[in-house]
């Protein structure tokens, strides 16, 4: 694993300085709307990380990671509902959910692989999806909305979207370092080795089973604390936020941005949202161009960025070859495409 | 209170649910089976079919000229769709698939809610069909809900004939069993592949297309179907039309009758509270249970000839 | 569907670490590191094992020789753990191995190479063998410190590709290699673990002549370090390496020897030349 897949330490470095004076700054122009939306990339920016983990690196394909973010929303609300409004409260609960659910359905998922695991992961999904639409006393399939902010002790109070906001930037950084420091350590070595090869990890004595859960609730448990922020910036929560559809979307995020990359996901995350808000300015029906681009992307660029960086760079090429003779065009075609290609 | 009639109700609701299920399952678990393809967007072409019929049969006036025309037509719009995007889809893996086709239902809820509205078309059971079969006090049935069991029955049959006695339907199982042998044969494999799209583009309209009096025709219809479907196919054995068959039957007479039953059953041993919230969560959860059960035990299928 | 586990149970047992203890005392032939006793497998109506009993004696290298059809990958599968059999028992080092899952039986010291090479494609070289040593080493769930950097893993990793001849494309992504050097790292993979044991399913598949040398040129440096179950169809190789062969015709062990009492054995001239007679 080269660092090309990190991205350079000062482009980070800048990326990092950016999201942190965001809040200031677009306050200070005018758009304070701009740290709500934000806010809510990175949200499902660490949501896709951390389905990353057991798609990019594990080989897993999940159909219902949506649930997990579910699952943290409604944990929650709940709370909040209730008058619990100790941040620190929160966050145990959310672990002990987290923990508890992805231990579970990863327990029986992971019991298939392949085509047998996605169908049992959307399975799963809608099983509890049907229960929250049916739980009349939750909201049921209209969910519900509470009020109040949560606190921790002295330290913080998330009463408006920049403390929120930071809140988010907070564990989407943390998320990262620890997903950076995983991949590069003996577990990360044994996952990665699973999704290449299971029949061989097993044969030189890892019990892949193990690992795959492992991974699956490390990254189901990360999945529930995305959705315990998603229920503070939005003060709201329904069964909607754990419908298969939103699992797919999660997928889509981190093909957009390339699998198996660290950072790619939340890149992911910001360019199908920013696409879907762009659409939706465009015309009330953005749904269907947003789904022909998006049966495009998956034919012609599977890779994600990287894709779009090659069929950029050989658009290019073919401009500049019109402008040369033929001869010279072979010649520049053929080495640019192969400089290309990663 | 559970009457037998109510009980006998419940079982023909469920074995009508079950045929249509068979219907819509029928085409998808032949696309996974042969094709290796996993094609979510299957449930835009049994809401086409939905539409269509809708729409031509207040064109032509009449109910029966609407459905029957709704099927070539679904066919016809599956076969532009596989020109454009599922053949190009049949060599990837299936998260590509899934994703693709997930992006080809948003396209086409949404045409379907620009051509005809957000809201639900209202179609009525024609007049002719509108009666009930009493046999008893609360043994209620519905003629029309019979006639979907015969039609769906009917091309049961038809497609077990084309299956077993037919050149194509043997391609088809042989493509089932190893798709590359059958290409090595020499049969053009596209053709064939199409043929499959078409057949199961059609079963799926016919399914929409008689749901649609008993459903609301609107955008995203066939959403619950569609995750029945899949766990139809776990349960039946990917590839088999008899087991789709067995495994629909199977999923809508427990679906049916866990729904009525397990809130009554639940009630007797807890609060009417507490019988009331989770008793229909449990109805639901129970067919879920199954499948997982299934994968977990059997994961073949129940009803799998051969092992994949 | 695919992958699907090889039953449940399988599975459950993964949980409690699987401890063997030796059900009876087999220990008359105790130089016999691996015992085969009965071994019996059916597919429906096709028999691949019929009562097979095979011993591997600590440091030799034993062959099991056959035409095809002969049963060999299926007896195979049930020393490795990938097939169950119907009846009978393997035992290895004293322990009762017959239900032990695969990766369970990698633990206690049985190595295997692949008939079709299986490496981990994305990996580096280097990565491949450290995985391996790693695994070996214990468990791997460490979650922060740098796998690759540290000395315990790097350094057998490096001395075993060495040992193989692949020391200069360490940094090669595993899945760019040529055929032959495939198959070396599938060896290197193998021996990473240190087994007393390893299972060799036909090594010198699909290769020309030259690689072949160097394969069996390979194995014979490995004897004496390593005891070897070697599944093959190259006679020749099977000569130059085997201190016993078995020879399994339609599931049965026919004959079982040193190569001189096997090319004398008439039953076993029989079985080949006559079904090699058609052999295309």
């Known amino acids: 694993m080269n660092n090309r897949k990190f991205g350079s330490p000062s482009g980070i470095a800048i990326l990092c300085l950016i999201l942190l004076a965001l809040p200031p700054v677009a306050v200070a122009m005018g758009q304070p709307y701009a740290v709500t939306f934000m806010a809510r990339v990175l949200i499902f920016g660490l949501a896709a990380l951390s389905l990353n983990l057991i798609l990019g690196f594990g080989g897993l394909t999940s159909l219902g990671h949506a649930v997990f973010i579910g699952l943290g929303a409604y944990a929650v609300s709940l709370m909040m509902q209730a008058g619990a409004s100790n941040g620190f409260l929160h966050l145990a609960v959310l672990l002990v959910v987290g923990l508890l659910s992805s231990l579970i359905i990863g327990a029986v998922a992971l019991r298939t692989s392949g085509l047998a695991f996605l169908m049992v992961t959307l399975a799963l999904a809608q099983l509890i999806y049907f229960v929250g639409t049916g739980l009349r006393r939750f909201g049921g399939d209209d969910g519900f909305s509470f009020r109040g902010h949560a606190d921790f002790g002295g330290l913080l109070t998330l009463s408006n979207d920049t403390s929120i906001y930071y809140y988010i930037l907070f564990w989407i950084m943390l998320a990262t370092v620890l997903m950076y420091r995983l991949l590069r350590s003996r577990f990360g070595l044994a996952l990665r080795a699973t999704m290449g090869n299971s029949q061989r990890a097993e044969s030189i004595g890892l019990p ?40 797919a979307e999660l997928l889509l995020m981190v093909l957009i941005g390339g699998m198996g990359t660290l950072l790619g996901p939340i890149i992911g995350a910001a360019a199908l949202i920013l696409l879907e808000e762009g659409l939706a300015m465009l015309t009330p029906h953005w749904q269907a161009p947003l789904g022909i681009l998006l049966v495009m992307l998956v034919i012609f660029a599977r ?9 950029f760079v050989l658009a290019i090429d073919r401009l500049r070859a019109k402008a040369k003779s033929p001869a010279e065009n072979e010649a520049q075609v053929g080495t640019a495409s192969r400089k290309a290609l990663p | 209170m559970i009457t037998p009639g109510l009980l006998l109700v419940q079982l023909f609701n469920g074995l009508q649910f079950g045929i249509t299920l068979f219907l819509f399952t029928a085409g998808l678990t032949l696309l996974l089976g042969i094709l290796n393809f996993m094609n979510l967007a299957h449930v835009s072409l049994y809401m086409a079919g939905a539409y269509f019929a809708v729409a031509l049969g207040q064109w032509t006036g009449s109910f029966w000229l609407g459905t029957i025309l709704a099927v070539p037509c679904t066919i016809a719009l599956a076969m532009v769709v596989e020109y454009l995007a599922f053949r190009r889809l049949y060599r990837r893996d299936h998260l590509d698939q899934v994703l693709a086709t997930f992006g080809l239902i948003m396209f086409f809820n949404e045409m379907a809610r620009i051509v005809w509205g957000a809201g639900g078309l209202y179609v009525s059971v024609p007049a002719a069909l509108s009666g009930n079969i009493v046999l008893g006090e609360a043994a209620i049935f519905p003629v029309y809900r019979l006639l979907i069991i015969g039609v769906g029955c009917l091309t049961a049959v038809g497609l077990t004939w084309l299956i077993r006695r037919t050149r194509t339907g043997m391609l088809i199982r042989a493509g089932a069993d190893k798709p590359e042998m059958v290409e090595a044969v020499g049969i053009d494999v596209r053709r064939l592949f199409r043929w499959v799209i078409g057949l199961g583009a059609g079963l799926a309209a016919l399914a929409g297309a008689l749901s649609g009096p008993l459903f609301s025709v609107e ?38 009758v866990g729904r009525t039953v397990l809130p009554v059953l639940f009630s007797m041993f807890t609060t009417p509270v507490v019988a009331d ?3 229909p969560a449990l109805g639901s959860m129970l067919i879920y249970l199954l499948m997982i059960g299934v994968l977990l035990f059997k994961p073949e299928g129940l009803f799998a000839v051969k092992e994949r | 569907m695919s992958a699907v586990i090889h039953g449940y149970k399988a599975q459950s047992q993964r949980f409690v670490e699987h401890k063997a203890e030796p059900t009876s005392t087999l220990r008359r032939q105790s130089e016999a590191l691996l015992s085969v006793r009965n071994l ?84 580096s070289v280097l990565e491949n063998v450290a995985l391996a040593v790693q695994v070996s080493q214990g468990h791997s769930f460490r ?21 193989v001849g692949l020391a200069q494309h360490a940094s090669m992504q595993a899945g760019t290699l040529s055929h032959g050097q ?70 049965k062990c026919i004959a079982t020897g040193t190569p001189e009492e096997i090319r004398g054995n008439a039953a076993v001239r029989v079985a080949y030349l006559g079904i090699s007679e058609g052999d295309a």
Request: glycine share 12%; charged share 20%; proline share 3%.
């Open chain 1, 208 to 247: 892949v089973f193990r690992y795959r859960l492992v991974a699956f609730v490390l990254s189901g448990t990360f999945c529930t604390i995305a959705g315990g922020l998603l229920a503070y910036l939005t003060q709201f929560v329904s069964p909607a936020y754990m419908h298969w559809s939103r699992s």
């Open chain 3, 182 to 251: 495939h198959r070396q790292l599938e060896i290197a993979i193998s021996l990473a673990g240190r087994p007393r044991l390893l299972l060799l399913d036909e090594p010198m598949a699909g290769m020309g002549s030259e690689d072949s040398s160097d394969m069996v040129k390979l194995l014979k440096s490995l004897k004496g370090q390593v005891s070897m179950l070697l599944v093959e169809h190259d006679v020749e190789a099977v000569f130059a390496l085997a201190d016993r062969i078995s020879v399994l015709v339609y599931g």
């Open chain 3, 143 to 163: 979650f922060w410190s740098n796998a690759m950097g540290a000395a315990n893993l790097r350094e057998p990793a490096q001395k075993l590709l060495e040992r």
């Open chain 2, 219 to 256: 955008p995203g219809m066939g959403d619950a179907v569609l995750i029945l479907a899949l766990v139809v196919i776990v349960i039946g054995g990917i590839g088999s039309i008899r087991g789709s068959f067995y495994a629909a039957m199977l999923v809508g007479v427990v679906d049916a």
């Open chain 3, 40 to 123: 019996r497998k059916s597919y429906g109506g096709l028999v691949a094992t019929a009562n097979v009993d095979l011993d591997v004696r600590e440091g030799e290298v034993h062959a099991v020789l056959g035409p095809n059809g002969a049963g060999k990958t299926t007896l195979l599968g049930q020393l490795t753990g990938q097939v169950r059999p119907d009846a009978g028992h393997v035992f290895f080092d004293g322990h009762d191995i017959t239900r032990l899952p695969v990766h369970a039986r990698a633990r206690k010291g049985i190595g295997r190479s692949f008939q079709i090479t299986s490496v981990f494609p994305d990996l």
């Open chain 2, 277 to 279: 919230t989770l008793g």
């Open chain 1, 303 to 311: 890779n994600g960025i990287s894709d779009f960086r090659v069929l």
